[in-house]
């Protein structure tokens, strides 16, 4: 055998990949929910989406087209694409949802006009998320 073909049938990730399916089609099991969880964990402020739908704060101009379909996207794959590792064991593949979904978030909250106490919400929100995902990333990373 040649090396490469050596390493191709010997190596652990491929006959994982051979053997499980990639694809973990939404439902409501233990996977989906640690991915969820991974979400909540890297960007908690995601709950202020909700005010932001329900009160209509999101319109349909370019940038926020762009991003909604780039989280839509992201989304998409971070929920149905199943990684050979565990959930937190490759955050990092997970956590790109984060980012267009806090973008989003952040664009459409500093859009608000007269706004009560925006600064002071802002502040509190992304401050604790900041902190919150810096101190997960941190302790999984040399933990």
């Keep these: 055998h040649f090396p490469i073909e050596r390493l191709y049938r010997g ?13 973990a089609f939404f439902s409501f099991d233990t996977y989906h929910w640690e991915q969820y969880n ?3 964990l890297m960007f908690p402020a995601h709950l202020l989406i909700i005010p932001l ?3 209509k704060r999101i319109k349909m ?7 909604m379909i780039a989280t839509g996207c992201m989304m998409f794959f971070q929920f149905n694409y199943k990684a050979l590792l565990r959930v937190y064991h490759d955050w990092n593949l997970y ?5 267009p979904l806090a973008i989003l978030v952040c664009y459409n909250v500093l859009k608000i006009p007269d706004m009560k106490y925006k600064a002071e919400i802002l502040m509190v929100f992304f401050s604790l998320s900041s902190i919150h995902s810096y101190s997960w990333i941190v302790a999984n990373h040399y933990g």
């Design 38 to 40: 991974l979400l909540a």
């Design 95 to 99: 956590a790109n949802a984060a980012v």
């Design 61 to 67: 101009d370019r940038v926020n087209i762009f991003l």
């Design 53 to 55: 739908l329900l009160f």
């Design 11 to 23: 190596s652990w990730g491929t006959r994982a990949m051979k053997s499980t399916s990639m694809w």
